[in-house]
Every structure is written in C-alpha cells, then in structure tokens.
T-cell receptor, first 112, second 107 residues
Framework: ETGVTQSPTHLIKTRGQQVTLRCSSQSGHNTVSWYQQALGQGPQFIFQYYREEENGRGNFPPRFSGLQFPNYSSELNVNALELDDSALYLC???????????FGPGTRLTVL | KNEVEQSPQNLTAQEGEFITINCSYSVGISALHWLQQHPGGGIVSLFMLSSGKKKHGRLIATINIQEKHSSLHITASHPRDSAVYICAVKDPDKLIFGTGTRLQVFP
C-alpha cells in the first residue's frame, strides 16, 4: 500500500505565472482535500474532491482550481500567482466520510 | 476569533518534562485530530478523538465535548518530540486547523 505522494517538492514561480501541483492519493481512497499552509500558520482548507467532483470549498478565489482523475489522483491549479500564494500546499486523501485523512509531504511554493 | 485555538503558541522544555498542549474549539464537531508536523512539512496523524481519552506510548490525548476542549500530553519528553503540534476539528468533511504549538525539547 503506497502512501500519499505529492509533486514537485519545491517550486519557484514569479508573480502572474500559473502553477500545477499534483497529488496521488493512498490506495483505496476516493477523496482528496487540498490545504494551504502559510509560514507559521495552520493549514487552511482550499477544496475537496470526491469522485472527480468538487465537494466543498474554503475561502479561496476562483483562480484556485482543481481536478480529480478517475484514478483519484488530483491536481491543484493556481492562476495569476500572487506573492501571498507562497506557502506549503498539502493534500490529504481519505475515503468519503472517514474521520482520518492521510497527508502527503507537501509542495513548497515560492512566488517571487 | 479563530474557530480552533491552541495554547501555548510556543513551548520549550527540558528533556524529561511533562508537556501539555491545549486546544479549544467553537464549532460543533464529529472528531478532533492531533497532528505532528516536523520541519520540512510532513504531517503525521497522532490521534483521532470523539470522546474520552487515548494513549499511545508517551502521548496521551483527552477531549471534553461539553467544554469543547482537548489536551495533548507528552510524558517524559525527549528532544525528538520537538515539532509543531496541531489540533484540527472535522466539520463536517473538511478539517479546520489550529495555528499549532511549536515545541522544542532540549537535552
């Protein structure tokens, strides 16, 4: 059984660019949640995907979008990057309604 | 006011000391998680609680649903316990996180 993986581990972009982050969920998990963690802060919920549909969204603008694929892996896309988008982006997988989410190691995005 | 608040924000201890980290929440929840985050970002789930008390090795977590309060205790702390400890509540499908408690244990 493989755990949750994320790629890339680190990424540097400039303002205005677009970025795609990837997450492979743990085997058997059909739900993926994405979180943004700014330096020194707790993670903030971005959105959740269940069976390829968005299933809840936090207080993030539409330039944050996502996809989930038939194999339940997921992408987070951020358009028109801003300096404040610099953060650690975490994905977590679970089965629908399960109490426990399993976290990936995160992607650290730096926007210059 | 944050929906999930932790205290203290920072904690230093000498090896062997008993550690307590507190978490209060204001929303109705189905479960509360204690998570550990090491430098570099990886998050590990320590406990999931919906009532009572759980123990795993030197770690003990308690929750009082009526008072909307949970505590994480570390007995006989060790330098390898140094990390950020985060409390998160499940509401209902997403997790709402506290800002974390940074623990440093010195030998």
């Amino acid at each position: 059984e493989t755990g949750v993986t994320q790629s890339p581990t680190h990424l540097i972009k400039t303002r205005g660019q677009q970025v795609t982050l990837r997450c492979s969920s743990q085997s058997g998990h059909n739900t993926v949640s994405w979180y943004q963690q700014a330096l020194g802060q707790g993670p903030q919920f971005i959105f959740q995907y269940y069976r390829e549909e968005e299933n809840g969204r936090g207080n993030f603008p539409p330039r944050f979008s996502g996809l989930q694929f038939p194999n339940y892996s997921s992408e987070l896309n951020v358009n028109a990057l801003e300096l404040d988008d610099s953060a650690l982006y975490l994905c977590a997988s679970s089965t629908r309604g399960a109490y426990t989410q399993y976290f990936g190691p995160g992607t650290r995005l730096t926007v210059l | 006011k944050n929906e999930v608040e932790q205290s203290p924000q920072n904690l230093t201890a000498q090896e062997g000391e008993f550690i307590t980290i507190n978490c209060s929440y204001s929303v109705g929840i189905s479960a509360l998680h204690w998570l550990q985050q090491h430098p570099g970002g990886g998050i590990v789930s320590l406990f999931m609680l919906s009532s009572g008390k759980k123990k795993h090795g030197r770690l003990i977590a308690t929750i009082n649903i009526q008072e909307k309060h949970s505590s994480l205790h570390i007995t006989a702390s060790h330098p390898r316990d140094s990390a950020v400890y985060i409390c998160a509540v499940k509401d209902p499908d997403k997790l709402i996180f506290g800002t974390g408690t940074r623990l440093q244990v010195f030998p």
